[in-house]
């Protein structure tokens, strides 16, 4: 067994684990924390096949950023996960049987003597000064300038959706307008009451004396 | 890369719709309240701008973006019916979601991207551009099922349909990667060339079919992987149910054409047992279980997973005559469910939904025209002869006979022979039984226009398929290479 396969075999025996406890942890935020893990042990399965910018995306991307909104969302909601997981323990076995049966089906044709998986080489060694980053950046931006395009075309529908689904028409939407905000003048937040002077009442003096 | 070709003509209509589409999302800051209407007649020009644009001659296929894009006859055919069909259903619309409190550019911004994203699978000739165009489509629905937020109804049938949708894409994905890793491609023609000339590793190779299959017949509702559609057309407003079972059924068939008879060709011992078993299926299912519904959306549910069964039969003999007749299957059937949603929608007035049988009854004495259309589209959805419904059934069935499985034939005849029940239930309703109420039917006089003629195409197609035949043909002929 080579160095990488002990790595490997490591970092899977992780991922496997921590993914399990994204679905198996009774407290929402261990089972957050859970899939940080497995974002990372994944991240590393790619430094694994020399893949460090794609290893570096995951961890800054989903590691950084996503996953912190999720924790942020799961401790700010309150919502009962006890009741939402109340069928999880029910239908745990029948859930369970499907997914060993597939397991074991795909198992035994991926490694059966036709799949021909075993004679798949191990990497090519690439030279010294290779860069990944550069050559992914290349494709992306010639050869596949085309999906790049539609993927972009994709973030723009889930922000247009976030907004219409989000913002329009919500009673409770705490929204204010900048525009109007700027432009208020002094005399739309005090007024200015001009009254006589009063006189001091002789009972008033009497009480502070 | 060297480039080579730098022709753009082929991307115009997607370049055209891209813009258009951003521009319409802008034009909205600038509209005051009163002028909101000109969003809609933006959108139609668009669609019929973009749907003109398509129409080029191509006799050959062209190539591009590095093989990742195919402008051909058939995706010339499928974009134009697409645009069409999705500028009428928004003119169906428009009453209905102005009522509702839908009339908003978020609704057209959304339809008209999900166009894009159809247009995107029609052209697609790799694995990865057919699947970013399903998802930009997809989320773009989604979002659109789920606009009426205040509804839980729409809210749980947008849930539904994400989920399903999402583990459908999965198993897409999957069956993707498997057959990347047997032929070391993802473009559409390299995998066919590899499995032709016998390169590919066969059992990773089988793995990805069933995948793929299994993906495909969930985006087209076929069963056993249809239980996403009943519950998403019953919660959709009807604008959106409308949308859905329209233009979307077309990208679906060039889906399928593209990833099983062109990439897929040579495996098609394979996936002709599964079609086989997914048409019977979904045949018998569907219109057996159609006959049990009271709510008509959930009813044409039903009849769409029939009807999808019934497209499938054209795709299994895997030769030009049978993709041909599914084409024009798929070409009829969008005609026949724009018209049959857009007369629910026009029934449906200011607020509620006429999915109730009880608005259907007595329809004649309120609006004999109205009846009228609505009883051809319903003959034509059963299959009676003299409607363009007929005709397709009728190909199909000549297209599996044509291969030898007279067992097929017989069977999907019989299934269509019960799915005539509640079809003319719906007529019996219209013309034999006394209205519940006498509501007044209003509607916009270009939807009511646009009814008639959908009707008169029901009738004419029916009586006159031949032009629409020969176009079908002829672009599965040019594009394919089949003799």
């Not at chain 1, 020399?50 to 919502?79: H, K, N, P, R």
């Not at chain 2, 051909?72 to 428009?94: E, I, M, N, P, Q």
């Not at chain 2, 000739?125 to 057919?130: E, G």
């Not at chain 2, 034509?380 to 007929?390: D, H, K, L, R």
Request: aromatic content about 10%; hydrophobic content about 60%.
């Amino acid at each position: 067994m080579t160095f990488q396969s002990i790595v490997f075999y490591l970092l899977a025996g992780i991922l496997l684990a921590s993914s399990l406890s994204v679905i198996t942890a009774k407290n929402p935020v261990h089972a957050a924390l859970s899939l940080v893990l497995a974002f990372f042990t994944a991240s590393g399965l790619w430094v694994l096949l020399q893949a460090e910018f794609l290893a570096i995306s995951l961890v800054l991307i989903y590691v950084g950023a996503v996953m912190v909104l999720f924790l942020f969302v799961v401790m700010m909601l309150d919502i009962n996960f006890e009741k939402l997981r109340e069928g999880f323990w029910k239908n745990l076995p029948f859930a369970a049987i499907v997914a060993l049966l597939m397991a074991a089906e795909l198992g035994l044709l991926l490694t059966s003597r036709q799949a021909g998986l075993s004679s798949i080489n191990a990497l090519p060694v690439v030279a010294e000064n290779y860069s990944n980053t550069k050559e992914l950046g290349k494709l992306l931006y010639t050869d596949y300038v085309y999906p790049f395009e539609i993927a972009a075309m994709i973030l723009m529908v889930a922000l247009v959706a976030a907004v219409a689904l989000t913002m329009r028409k919500r009673k409770e939407s705490k929204y204010v307008d900048p525009a109007v905000q700027v432009k208020v003048r002094r005399n739309d937040r005090i007024r200015v009451v001009s009254m006589a002077a009063e006189q001091r009442r002789a009972s008033d003096d009497s009480a502070s004396s | 890369m060297i480039l080579t070709n730098m022709n753009l003509g082929p991307v115009l209509p997607e370049l055209f719709l891209l813009v258009a589409g951003l521009a319409i999302l802008m034009l909205d800051l600038v509209l005051e309240e009163n002028q909101r209407g000109l969003l809609h007649w933006f959108s139609v020009a668009t669609l019929a701008g973009c749907a003109a644009l398509t129409l080029q001659p191509s006799a050959e296929p062209v190539f591009l973006f590095n093989n990742m894009f195919v402008g051909d006859a058939l995706s010339g055919v499928l974009k134009f019916a697409a645009c069409a069909v999705t500028a009428v259903s928004l003119c169906y619309s428009r009453s209905y979601i102005a009522a509702r409190g839908m009339f908003r550019v978020e609704f057209y911004a959304l339809a008209l991207f999900a166009v894009l994203g159809m247009l995107v699978m029609i052209s697609a000739n790799h694995f990865m551009v057919l699947y970013l165009g399903l998802e930009l489509m997809s989320l773009s629905i989604y979002a659109m099922v789920a606009l009426q937020r205040d509804s839980t109804k729409s809210t749980e049938a947008a849930l539904k349909y994400f989920v399903l949708g999402a583990l459908a894409s999965g198993m897409l994905l999957f069956g993707m990667s498997m057959l990347y890793g047997a032929t070391g491609s993802l473009n559409i023609g390299v995998v066919a060339q590899k499995i032709a000339s016998g390169g590919a590793n066969p059992v990773l190779n089988s793995i990805g079919v069933v995948f793929v299959v299994a993906g495909l017949a969930f985006k087209l509702g076929a069963v056993p992987f249809h239980m996403w559609v009943p519950d998403v057309y019953e919660g959709s407003p009807t604008a959106v149910t409308l949308f859905i079972g329209s233009a979307p059924k077309l990208a679906a068939f060039a889906f399928v054409i593209r990833m099983l008879a062109v990439g897929l060709a040579g495996l098609s011992a394979d996936w002709q047992q599964m079609l086989i078993i997914l048409a019977v299926l979904s045949m018998g299912l569907g219109n057996l279980t159609a006959i049990a519904q009271t709510n008509i959306k959930r009813m044409l549910a039903y009849s769409a997973i029939s009807h999808m069964g019934f497209m499938l039969l054209g795709i299994i003999g895997a030769n030009a005559n049978g993709f041909a007749s599914s084409m024009f299957y798929i070409i009829a059937y969008v005609i026949m469910t724009a018209g049959t949603f857009g007369i629910i929608m026009l029934l449906a007035g200011e607020q509620g939904e006429a999915d109730d049988f009880d608005t259907f009854r007595g329809l004649n004495q309120r609006s004999p025209w109205k009846a009228f259309v609505m009883l051809l589209l319903m003959a034509s959805m059963a299959g009676i002869p003299g409607t363009v419904g007929f005709l397709a059934k009728l190909s199909v069935i000549q297209a599996v006979v044509d291969i030898g499985q007279i067992w097929l034939a017989v069977v999907s005849v019989l299934f269509s022979l019960i799915g005539a029940f509640y079809y003319l239930r719906v007529i019996k309703l219209m013309y034999f039984d006394e209205p519940v109420a006498n509501i007044a039917l209003p509607g916009a006089s270009e939807s009511r226009a646009l009814l008639s003629l959908n009707g008169i195409a029901i009738l004419a197609l029916g009586i006159l398929p031949q032009s629409l035949m020969n176009v079908c043909v002829e672009a599965i002929r040019h594009s394919l290479h089949l003799a």
